[in-house]
């Protein structure tokens, strides 16, 4: 089951990446990312958050694009990038299963 909170340190492990970049990226992108915070002021993100950053990422570290371009892009094509981030998303997904394929023959 879903959770509806994801701390900042799990919402990184999901990326792949440090929790000080997911905390750069909130802050770079505050009209895209209003995680909620906890009493004591932790970072709580949800899975939609999570989307977003990983859009993010996808435009970032796999296109190439600066921040203010990812963020452009964003504005005006975000169907499109979240379409790209779930190809890609599915095709390693299938990657890694072919892999525990290949190593169990």
């Given at each position: 089951?879903?959770?509806?909170?994801?701390?900042?340190?799990?919402?990184?492990?999901?990326?792949?990446?440090?929790?000080?970049?997911?905390?750069?990226w909130?802050?770079?992108?505050?009209?895209?990312?209003?995680?909620?915070?906890?009493?004591?002021?932790?970072?709580?993100?949800?899975?939609?958050?999570?989307?977003?950053?990983?859009?993010?990422?996808?435009?970032?570290?796999?296109?190439?694009?600066?921040?203010?371009?990812?963020?452009?892009?964003?504005?005006?094509?975000?169907?499109?990038?979240?379409?790209?981030?779930?190809?890609?998303?599915?095709?390693?997904?299938?990657r890694?299963?072919?892999?525990?394929?290949?190593?169990?023959?």
């Amino acid at each position: 089951m879903e959770k509806l909170y994801y701390s900042i340190s799990e919402t990184a492990d999901l990326l792949g990446e440090s929790v000080s970049l997911v905390r750069f990226w909130t802050n770079s992108f505050p009209k895209l990312l209003k995680p909620r915070r906890t009493a004591k002021g932790n970072r709580q993100y949800t899975a939609e958050d999570i989307e977003v950053l990983k859009q993010i990422h996808y435009l970032v570290k796999d296109k190439g694009l600066t921040l203010e371009g990812a963020g452009k892009q964003l504005a005006a094509e975000k169907s499109k990038v979240s379409n790209s981030v779930k190809a890609l998303d599915s095709l390693r997904e299938i990657r890694a299963q072919l892999m525990e394929i290949k190593n169990s023959i």
